[in-house]
């Protein structure tokens, strides 16, 4: 039994290089593959890239399927995986708690920005001024919520290329503007997204789970 046990333990992977090597070769796949994907793969791209589950958990849920289907229900395009590749990126960025509210830009995809996620994407409608001061507003607003805190496209792309640095074809128009609510300890966060989700020039909102730290991923190519 004890030579059993040993030799168990000398062919169990090493977790952390395991776990490096998987998320390298995810990522690459959602921003590289220039090929159609079944619903059920984006899902699961968008879910194994985050450092914890719980993170892919919560990008994955509030992604499917209800929004994002192509309106024929056709198989997901590769800008279906990115759009929510990069909500959920920026997401796992981030080191604070509390919630996300990613506003609308032009062309985006998100069909609560007036855009289908069909193929060719886009054709949303970006945020105007008016309504992203009204949003701020009615955000601060809200019970439980303590700060709100604007985040322009550049801070976003500055910890996005901290988190992904090998995703040089990301570009600073790929971004959203967002809004991060810091909440009150104890705070119910539920009833504060759906109203978030429901104002004129959001795209989207999600609770924001800060991830472990881990080493920023290599620029290597990932092994096939």
């Known amino acids: 039994m004890k030579d059993l046990n040993g030799l168990i333990t000398s062919?169990?992977?090493?977790?952390?290089?395991a776990y490096q090597r998987r998320r390298e070769a995810d990522l690459a796949r959602a921003f590289a593959t220039r090929r159609r994907r079944g619903f059920s793969l984006r899902l699961r791209l968008?879910?194994?890239?985050?450092?914890?589950?719980?993170?892919?958990?919560v990008a994955a849920v509030a992604l499917a399927?209800?929004?994002?289907?192509s309106p024929d229900h056709s198989a997901a395009t590769d800008q279906d995986v990115r759009a929510a590749s990069l909500h959920q990126f920026v997401l796992m960025s981030s080191k604070e708690p509390g919630i996300r509210v990613f506003l609308c830009k032009q062309d985006s995809p998100w069909p609560a920005?007036?855009?289908?996620?069909a193929d060719p994407p886009g054709r949303g409608t970006a945020?105007?001024?008016?309504?992203?001061?009204?949003?701020?507003?009615?955000?601060?607003e809200l019970p439980g919520v303590l700060r709100v805190t604007f985040e322009?496209?550049?801070?976003?792309?500055?910890?996005?290329?901290?988190?992904?640095?090998q995703m040089t074809d990301v570009g600073i128009e790929a971004m959203n503007e967002s809004f991060l609510l810091t909440m009150e300890p104890g705070a119910d966060y539920s009833p504060v997204i759906r109203?978030?989700?429901?104002?004129?020039?959001?795209?989207n909102a999600?609770?924001?789970?800060?991830?472990?730290?881990?080493?920023?991923?290599?620029t290597s190519q990932p092994a096939e």
């Open 65 to 69: 399927p209800s929004g994002t289907l």
């Open 152 to 165: 322009d496209q550049a801070a976003a792309l500055a910890r996005f290329r901290k988190f992904a640095p």
């Open 127 to 140: 945020i105007t001024e008016q309504q992203k001061a009204d949003v701020e507003r009615r955000l601060g």
């Open 46 to 57: 968008v879910a194994v890239a985050a450092p914890v589950a719980l993170a892919g958990i």
């Open 206 to 218: 999600f609770e924001q789970v800060p991830a472990p730290q881990t080493p920023p991923l290599s």
């Open 113 to 117: 920005c007036g855009g289908i996620m």
């Open 195 to 203: 109203r978030a989700k429901s104002m004129p020039g959001v795209s």
């Open 11 to 17: 062919l169990r992977p090493n977790t952390e290089d």
